[in-house]
């Protein structure tokens, strides 16, 4: 009987997982033909409101009247609020071959709402690349990713016209870290959480954090110990990048960004690179993840001198898009200023 039983198990395994893979295939393939049919739908209403038609009458009177004769003959999905996003889908990505059929349409309807093509680009890459599901998606719009990237980039950019030394994987870091980083999703909102509460939230919550770190990290140990001489030390959260072949170390820190904040990072960065890190990996990075910056201490500490170094922000709310922008605005005029103090005292 027990012979008999595990056979069967093996039978309804082999057909489950044959089920459960035709069903995949099943929804791949009706997922590329709702996102080229949609498009084609978008394609056929923008050729038919360029034959001469106002834009803004065809919105008001053509779209409802098309509306109410497709849903006639087809039944649901044509209403003027889905007829109005296949024209948008069209019109933000009018080259057919540019339409990834890796992405669904819920994703494209997203995507479409982007105006500038730059972010919409870079948007539709990292969603196929980093296998983004919608809500992954939606939120890291919400949260202007891409603008926050683009500022650390700016920053970088500042840096360089300076004609600082700057090595090759401090760059490519530069690409991959940002300022700042927003953990709304720790539900620390309070404040009145101590560091420990905050590694807690972080640990509980990884797969968020990770997606928020950025592309390539992965998660490596809490509290590691590495020890010098008679000493121990701590530090919060270990990271490892596959993009960058390199450990990145982040040191959790409420309030003002402080001098020995960074000296303490220092501190672990080099202690790791000797006890750790192997001989086909690059240098180690130090973050030093605060809730409030202090320019001082990133202009006069050794923040400024050590290129494996990083300090940024964390916000443990979602901030409107006004503030968030504003945020950025901040930082990029922080950079500038750096930039306009060095060259004065250079004279």
């Not at 086909?280 to 605060?290: A, K, Q, R, S």
């Amino acid at each position: 009987m027990s012979k008999l039983a595990n056979t069967l198990s093996s039978l309804v395994q082999a057909i489950a997982q044959h089920i459960e893979q035709a069903r995949t295939e099943v929804r791949r393939t009706v997922n590329s033909a709702m996102v080229q049919s949609y498009w084609e739908v978008g394609r056929l209403i923008v050729d038919h409101e360029q034959q001469g038609q106002q834009r803004a009458e065809y919105g008001k009177q053509q779209l409802q009247n098309l509306s109410q004769q497709l849903t006639e003959r087809l039944g649901k999905g044509f209403d003027v609020t889905n007829l109005r996003n296949m024209r948008r889908f069209y019109l933000a990505f009018p080259i057919r071959e540019t339409v990834s059929l890796e992405l669904s349409w819920s994703h494209y309807n997203q995507l479409a709402r982007i105006e500038n093509q730059s972010a919409r680009e870079w948007y539709l890459r990292e969603s196929v690349s980093q296998n983004w599901s919608v809500r992954a998606l939606e939120r890291q719009i919400s949260k202007l990713y891409y603008e926050r990237l683009l500022a650390s980039q700016d920053k970088a950019a500042v840096e360089a016209e300076a004609k600082q030394y700057t090595t090759p994987l401090a760059e490519k870091a530069k690409d991959y870290l940002r300022d700042p980083y927003i953990l709304d999703f720790l539900n620390l909102q309070d404040k009145t959480y101590q560091e420990s509460e905050l590694e807690q939230a972080i640990i509980s919550n990884l797969q968020q954090f990770l997606l928020e770190l950025g592309k390539g990290f992965a998660f490596v140990e809490r509290q590691q110990r590495i020890r010098f001489e008679d000493e121990d030390f701590y530090i919060d959260l270990v990271f490892y990048n596959f993009k960058l072949k390199c450990f990145l170390l982040v040191d959790l820190k409420l309030g003002k960004l402080k001098h020995q904040d960074i000296g303490q990072m220092d501190t672990y960065v080099r202690l790791y690179d000797e006890q750790h890190k192997g001989d086909d990996d690059n240098p180690t990075i130090g973050l030093v993840l605060c809730s409030e910056k202090s320019e001082a201490v990133v202009q006069y500490s050794v923040l400024a001198d050590q290129k494996q170094l990083f300090a940024a922000k964390y916000l443990p709310y979602l901030p409107s898009e006004e503030e968030l922008k504003r945020e950025l605005e901040r930082e990029r005029a922080k950079a500038v200023a750096q930039l306009a103090y060095k060259e004065t005292g250079d004279e």
